[in-house]
């Protein structure tokens, strides 16, 4: 008998009628154990196919009709690759086909959208597989732990609904574009036994989204990442079975199970006349559209590793999309453009490098080589196994003449622009280089891939021929850079530069912190940032020198300087937690045997960008500020007679609160009463005292919580964020509205001609 057919409804998804193209009243049968082995033999026979078994029984789990895979797979006289599908990339052929696979047996993948972000969980370890020593569709993922992966899966879809959501499209029409997946290998480093499942490269918020309309209209971000966790894993632990069975089919059964006790819930949904919303929820999320990869072959002459082919063959694939037409933002198109150039420079063999050295460089750019590991990958124990090294040797390895132009030709190219400057070349680096650093250094990142946009440390000495000179105390460098060695120079200009960018003592050149106070950020020139380290390594430039040498010595991966932080910040800061000295970069004195400047007390004086580009250039900074001072000079004295015509009218303010009124001010409790509550039976001025201090009760607590927040902020990841994004525009409109309530009771108080010569007062302080 025939389902009945499915129809048009409309409902109701946060507050926004959305009309249901088409409903289906049944949901697809669970295929048995026998449909599903015939896709592993078919998968199997397939010559164009390249997956071990674990990987076909993953295929063959998420496939709603396997018997309709088996014979796409199946060799024929006349296909004998069966109805595989070809898609060519650089390098690489790829072998997929499409089907409609079960939601609950998609993780996401990796999530370029946030992965420049900085992440509370980290991402794992990504390596290729072989099979015979011929590429493997198949990548694999190493995790800590099972519940490293849990957090892993939760965070990512966390932070991709935080992002954007299509849920109101998929609750209309479904997902109809298909998503790009292949199986991945889940291994762990705590022994926990490893398992294959299908993963989605391209479309992981529309997969997230789905989630979402599953979890209903009510469920938050948070809550939608749970539910997709509880139900892919269970109750299902990393710790071996007594029934002997595997962890991939102890998880594939939880899955099962969730999708049956779903089915009944939809089955009930679907019983009366007209489809109930739960049911519409899930007849449009159950079941999704897949382009699923089972196999690659690499191009004849290709340099890439056999376990890198299949990995680049996906990444071009997405990148061709997300750079090309639909984006990602700034950041993750910069490290696309910079890793699919370098491996096109591989693949295509036009650097005069080695294939072996290239692929050092190209580990080390991916953050697939830890800087601990420096000295071994290079073989030479001289070289210090740093982040700040890692950072050096990048830059050195990726502006070699012989490798430069080739990946500035190859950038252009993906990036569809008609020319490549070193500026932009520069701005590529910025997210590859502060990898070891993004987290620690998060509330700085942007200010610094701002300064990589402005030209970074590629000075026209660094883009020429030079070798870096290893070495663990970087003032060691400035005597022989002053006589004239040109290696010396450059590693102190590419070290110290790094170093002054992170700790966002060096930002990009514009205007409005011309002649600022240098606490907040102000110099005496504006310049851009490479021409100011050019300056800073100039051979000449004794204090330039040793600035860049201090702040790479004192340089730290995992935290920033005090002197990087804002005026609020450190002032507010808690030291009762510090061991050893304080980490600030400290301004330069040549006539100090340290080269450390101090105040009449003794205290090393703190540097701040001021410093710096006075350091770079202090003829051009001391004339910049004798010009700027005879200016403000002419305007003072043009500006005094104006003002003495007014001093006659000014009026003096309102008068302040009474001595009860201050000690109430310092009496704000964290539990103020409400105002229903206040003031019953008492006077109006002991109501109104009342008043005021549940308001400024209520306004300490809001300084407090949003301190908290706050400080949560610096030692969370970027994502999930501590406040949601609706959440901001919540608690933003609440100000708004208390400020014009304020803003009322003073134009009451106080009459409309004193608030506005308070206005006026206000206005001209705020413009000086």
Not at 362 to 385: E, S
Not at 495 to 505: E, F, H, N, S, Y
Not at 644 to 664: N, R
Request: aromatic letters at 6%; a negative charge; proline letters at 5%.
């Amino acid at each position: 008998m025939s389902s009945p057919a499915a129809q048009s409804v409309t409902l109701t998804w946060k507050g926004e009628n959305v009309a249901i193209s088409s409903v289906e009243h049944a949901l697809p049968a669970q295929p048995d154990a026998s449909a599903r082995r015939k896709v592993e033999s078919a998968g199997a026979a397939n010559p164009a196919a390249s997956l071990p078994v674990g990987a076909w029984q993953a295929v063959g789990r998420a496939v709603t009709q396997p018997e309709g895979v088996a014979a796409m797979l199946q060799p024929t006289v006349q296909g004998p690759v069966g109805l595989l599908l070809d898609e060519n990339v650089e390098g690489a052929t790829l072998r997929t086909f499409n089907s409609r696979v079960w939601l609950s047996e998609l993780l996401p993948g990796l999530q370029p959208r946030t992965g420049m972000e900085v992440l509370d969980v980290p991402d794992p370890q990504v390596v290729g597989t072989t099979e015979g020593g011929e590429p493997c569709a198949v990548v694999r993922y190493r995790y800590k732990d099972l519940q490293h992966l849990k957090d892993h899966v939760r965070q990512t879809v966390h932070s991709t609904l935080a992002l954007n959501s299509y849920t109101v499209s998929i609750l209309s029409r479904k997902v109809t574009r298909p998503l790009i997946t292949h199986s991945v290998e889940f291994t762990f480093d705590d022994g926990t036994e490893p398992f294959h499942a299908l993963v989605v490269r391209d479309g992981i918020t529309r997969l997230a989204s789905a989630w979402a309309v599953l979890a209903g209209p009510d469920a938050e971000a948070s809550e939608t990442a749970d539910l997709m966790v509880e139900s892919m894993f269970g109750k299902v632990s990393g710790a071996p079975a007594a029934d002997g069975r595997t962890l991939a089919e102890r998880l594939a059964s939880a899955r099962q199970k969730w999708r049956a006790t779903l089915t009944d819930e939809f089955n009930r949904a679907m019983a009366g006349p007209e489809p109930d919303d739960r049911g519409v929820q899930i007849a449009q999320t159950y079941v999704v559209p897949a382009q699923i990869a089972v196999g690659v072959e690499g191009h004849p002459g290709h340099l890439l590793a056999a376990e890198d082919v299949f990995d680049d063959a996906m990444r071009s694939v997405l990148a061709s999309v997300h750079v090309e037409f639909k984006a990602w933002d700034a950041a993750a198109q910069n490290v696309e453009v910079a890793t699919r150039a370098l491996k096109r420079v591989i693949q295509l063999g036009s650097a005069q490098v080695t294939n072996e050295s290239l692929q050092v460089v190209y580990g080390l750019a991916v953050g697939r080589t830890d800087p601990v590991d420096l000295p071994r990958v290079y073989g030479d124990d001289n070289l210090p196994g740093t982040a700040l090294w890692r950072g050096i040797q990048l830059v050195h390895a990726l502006t070699r003449p012989e490798l430069y132009e080739p990946l500035k030709y190859q950038a252009k190219i993906i990036k569809g622009g008609s020319r490549m400057s070193s500026k932009g070349f520069a701005e590529l680096l910025g997210p590859i280089i502060d990898l070891p650093w993004r987290s620690a250094k998060k509330t700085v990142s942007k200010q610094a891939r701002n300064a990589w946009g402005n030209g970074g440390v590629l000075t026209r000495d660094v883009l020429k021929e030079w070798e870096p000179v290893f070495t663990n105390d970087f003032t060691a460098l400035v005597e022989p850079a002053l006589a004239g060695d040109t290696d010396a120079r450059c590693t102190l200009a590419v070290a110290g530069g790094i170093a002054l960018i992170a700790d966002k003592l060096l930002t990009r050149n514009v205007g409005s912190s011309l002649m600022a106070p240098k606490e907040k950020g102000g110099v005496p020139f504006r310049a851009d940032v490479h021409l100011i380290i050019e300056d800073l390594s100039d051979q000449q430039n004794r204090r330039g020198l040793w600035t860049l040498a201090l702040a790479a010595n004192r340089f730290r991966s995992d935290m920033l300087p005090e002197n990087a932080q804002s005026v609020r910040q450190f002032v507010r800061r808690d030291r009762a937690n510090d061991e050893g000295a304080a980490y600030v970069h400290l301004t330069v004195d040549l006539a100090q045997p340290d080269r450390v400047a101090r105040h009449e007390n003794g205290v090393p004086a703190q540097m701040f960008e001021w410093d710096v580009v006075w350091a770079a250039d202090e003829k051009r900074a001391r004339a910049a500020c004798a010009a700027h001072m005879a200016h403000e000079t002419a305007h003072r004295m043009s500006s005094t007679a104006v003002l003495a015509t007014h001093e006659s009218d000014v009026t003096s303010g309102p008068a302040k609160d009474s001595a009860q009124d201050e000690d109430i001010w310092g009496e704000a409790q964290s539990g103020a009463p409400s105002s229903s509550s206040l003031g019953e039976g008492l006077s109006s001025s002991q109501r109104a005292a009342d008043y005021r201090r549940a308001l400024r009760g209520g306004l300490e607590n809001a300084r407090n919580a949003l301190d908290g927040l706050a400080e949560t902020a610096r030692a969370a990841g970027s994502w999930p964020p501590v406040v949601e994004p609706d959440d901001f525009d919540r608690l933003r409109q609440s100000l708004l509205e208390l400020q014009t309530d304020l803003e009322n009771l003073r134009r009451n108080v106080q009459g409309e001609h004193l608030s506005a010569e308070a206005d006026a007062e206000g206005d001209y302080e705020a413009d000086n």
